[in-house]
């Protein structure tokens, strides 16, 4: 039994684990998680969604509508129904536009197209999206010279994410990224953690703040604006 308490006292010297005067120290790994385990999260505060960069997000962020909320125009071009473009060229009668933020409130009917822009709603009625480089106009009279398939350069209602659904989850640190996706989201006052403040404390006989006048004995000291730096860095105010 005492070959056997030697050895692994032996072995316990050898990883680090017996203190000098023979008692046993916690490894890195047990420190660390007893150090999380007693860590509880600081209270809610909502702040400005352009204050919130950084910041840990408190609740998860629901969109309250989707996005884009309509099919929109992913090229500019003419919106117009495939049905009528089997045989190409093809001459068809444009009955007005539909602009980003201005949809063009009728419905594409057989013979007919609507100019249409990047970002701005498909009328209904309409397919595909022919390719301004693919069309010419002649007054209200537009030949269409190529057409793709249904559905091409359209982005539908919702790819982006739809109504209810989660776009962010709590506990993330938010990045730039994040800050778009919150505003898309319809998301203004946002919820987040409380910073943690932090006190440093440097001692020592032998250390003068950068910027004095050491003595020959002493040196400046460095960690306490290192530690500064870093909590600064990981979100904490001092």
């Known amino acids: 039994m005492a070959s056997q308490s030697t050895q692994a006292s032996s072995l316990a010297a050898s990883q680090g684990c017996l203190a000098p005067d023979g008692s046993t120290l916690l490894s890195v790994e047990e420190a660390c998680s007893r150090i999380i385990e007693a860590i509880r999260p600081l209270g809610v ?16 962020i629901v969109a309250s509508r989707a996005h884009p909320p309509a099919a929109v125009a992913a090229m500019d071009g003419y919106a117009i129904r495939s049905a009528d473009a089997l045989s190409l060229p093809v001459k068809l009668r444009k009955v007005g536009a539909s602009k980003a933020g201005a949809r063009f409130e009728g419905k594409v009917l057989a013979g007919n197209c609507v100019r249409i822009f990047t970002g701005a709603t498909l009328p209904g009625g309409a397919d595909t999206i022919a390719l301004q480089e693919d069309a010419s106009e002649f007054g209200d009279n537009v030949e269409i010279r190529k057409v793709p398939e249904p ?15 989660v776009c962010l989850a709590r506990g993330r640190v ?3 990224r994040d800050i778009s996706v919150m505003a898309s989201c319809g998301c203004a006052d946002v919820p987040v953690r409380r910073k943690p403040r932090v ?4 001692t020592g006989d032998e250390l003068v703040d950068p910027g004095g006048s050491p003595g020959p004995d002493q040196i400046f ?18």
């Open 151 to 165: 559905g091409r350069h359209i982005r539908p209602a919702g790819t982006s994410h739809s109504a209810g659904q």
């Open 45 to 60: 505060m909502r702040i400005g969604l352009g204050n919130a960069l950084g910041r840990a997000l408190a609740e998860d």
């Open 199 to 202: 006190a440093i404390l440097a």
């Open 221 to 238: 000291g460095s960690n306490n604006a290192a530690i500064a730096a870093a909590v600064a860095a990981w979100g904490a105010s001092l």
């Open 174 to 176: 938010l990045t730039a």
